[in-house]
Every structure is written in C-alpha cells, then in structure tokens.
C-alpha cells in the first residue's frame, strides 16, 4: 500500500516543531522509559504490559519490518532541534483483526513530560496529510481509550468525527480530511479531487 519512497528508513515528516523518522535501536531506552509510564500504558491499545526494553525492542523492530515492507508506516517522534531524542510514536498500518473496515489503523502516543503543547496534533495531522497525499486510502480509523478526553479533542481537531454513539473507535475519511485541511495547501500538496 506504501510506495516506495516511505520504505527506505532515510524517510522523514518534518513539521514546524518535529522530526517524524523511522523508529531507530537508539531509541529502545526511551521508548521503554516513556511508554512504561502508568498514564500512557493506561491508554494504549498497542503497547503490551509489562512494557520495558525487550518490548521496545521487539516494537521498534517490527514497526521498521512494517515500514520496510509496506504494509504502514510506523514513525518515532522527535524534536526538530533534537533529532536523536524520542519522544513518542505515531503511524498507520493495514487493517489488523478488530478493526471497523478502514483501510489503515492510526496509532499512536506521547511521553507524559511533552503533553500539553499541542506535538501530538502536530504529528497526527502530519501522518494523516502524508496518507491521503501519498496513498488510495479512503478511510483511517483510531482507537479511542475510555475517558482520554484529551486524545478525543485532539483526534476530533484533526479531523475524525465523534459523534456521541462512538465509544471505542473513529474514523476520519478522505472527504473529511479534505475539509479539515482546506488550510494546509500552503503547507502540502494535497490530491486533486
């Protein structure tokens, strides 16, 4: 589903605050530091718990595997001023048991001490501009965590409706991200429709 271009691990989304790459063996300390966090174990769906080294390896080496192959893209989340540093992760793969009939699944977290400053809006609308731009998918789904208001704004402000009834997942189409993005042509050539 993925050209080619997003399958070499020089690949890269650079937005005003940060360096979306592929997820590197660097990365395994901080990756098992944050994502071992209570309040992020508590609100990912992906991440396995216990999660420590071993599973942060096994993560940053199955998502390059993804990457490499195509079936999604899988990005670590960095500071633009600071590259090497991890601070969270954010990506679409293909549909996995569970999910609602879209074509990709987002997935996606941050580290407790980068919450608030709007980084992770930054990086999922990133994602989902470099999706619609670069692939046919019509549709994107996200879980979404019970009581995680702040994730539901954030997912909502990136363009996926939530409507009451939804409860365990969103789904933003392209006509949708369309809409939510009229003002990103400056910033990224969009599809012509």
Known sequence: MFPDLTRDDVFRIETARLWL???????????????????????????????????AEDFVIGARRTNAEGRGIVLALSPRNDPRTLIGMAGVQTRCEGSAGADLVLGYWLGKPYWGNGLMQEAI??????????????????????????ARKVLNRCGFPLESGMRERAIVTRPAWLAARKGAVGRI???QV
């Open 21 to 55: 790459r592929w997820p590197r063996a660097t990365d395994v300390a901080a990756f098992a530091r944050l994502a071992s966090e209570p309040d992020i174990s508590a609100i990912s769906e992906c991440l396995p718990r216990p999660f420590g080294p071993p599973e």
């Open 125 to 150: 609308e990133a994602v989902l501009d470099m999706v619609f731009v670069i692939t046919n998918a019509a549709t994107i789904e996200t879980p979404l965590a019970e009581g995680n208001l702040a």
């Open 189 to 191: 050539a969009l599809p």
